[in-house]
């Protein structure tokens, strides 16, 4: 694809139920990022991942936040046992490797947990 | 730790004025880098113009450029010929070179008045 994707654009849930957020990266992009929007805030850093590691995940708010990356490809964002403040856009974003300092981002998930 | 500020969390500008947004950042770092990110209500991140922190000469791109005040830690974006296309949330943002996540303001939301 042309660019970054994200999937589902809006997921409503349950508070208590988990979620899964996936992103597919421009295709060759090594580097893949993980950021949370809340509402009038900025963007607040949440994982990176080099190939299918992860050097950094010191953004994680807590231990029901996890991260994969398969192929160095797809990722998925996996939030348990979800709380309202867990309420945000999720946003993607990739680039071609570590040193290049352009991100390129997907459109975002809305999570809204009721 | 590094961080952003964007004091403006709006401003409205009249269709082909000019405009400027402000944004202030800490770091001690001494090579990084600094970008303006524009998000429409699509969400979508889009980079408008970046800076070397190592470059003197302030980047420039169409009708977008910056003021680069390093000893000031100042990254200013001048906007000239507003058109309503501009209409948008702009987000400063900073990176260390030696780092891999991007560091985020809060946001400016600019309205295009016609």
């Known amino acids: 694809g042309a660019g970054v994707s994200q999937s589902p654009s809006n997921k409503v849930t349950e508070k208590g139920k988990d979620v899964e957020l996936r992103c597919d990266p421009i295709?060759?992009?090594?580097?893949l990022y993980w950021y949370r929007q809340s509402l009038g805030q900025g963007l607040e850093f949440l994982i990176y991942?080099?190939?299918?590691?992860?050097?950094?995940k010191s953004g994680l708010p807590s231990d029901r936040f996890s991260a994969e990356r398969t192929g160095g490809s797809v990722s998925t964002l996996t939030i348990q046992r979800t709380q309202q403040e867990d309420s945000a856009v999720y946003l993607c974003?990739?680039?071609?490797?570590?040193?290049?300092?352009?991100?390129?981002f997907g459109p975002g998930t809305r999570l809204t947990v009721t | 730790a590094q961080t952003v500020t964007q004091s403006q969390p709006e401003m409205s500008v009249q269709e082909a004025e000019t405009v400027t947004l402000s944004c202030t950042y800490d770091?001690?770092?001494?090579?990084?880098?600094l970008f303006w990110y524009k998000q429409p209500p699509s969400r979508q991140m889009i980079l408008v113009i970046r800076?070397?922190?190592?470059?003197?000469q302030n980047a420039t791109e169409n009708r977008f450029s910056v003021n680069f005040q390093k000893a000031a830690k100042s990254f200013s974006l001048k906007i000239s010929d507003s058109q309503l296309g501009d209409a948008a949330m702009y987000f400063c943002a900073y990176r260390a070179q030696r780092d891999d996540k991007i560091i985020f303001g809060k946001g400016t939301r600019l309205h295009i008045l016609p």
């Open positions: 974003a990739s680039s071609p490797g570590p040193g290049v300092f352009e991100q390129y």
């Open positions: 991942f080099q190939g299918n590691s992860a050097p950094d």
């Open positions: 800076q070397e922190a190592y470059k003197q």
């Open positions: 770091t001690s770092e001494s090579d990084y880098y």
């Open positions: 295709s060759g992009h090594t580097a």
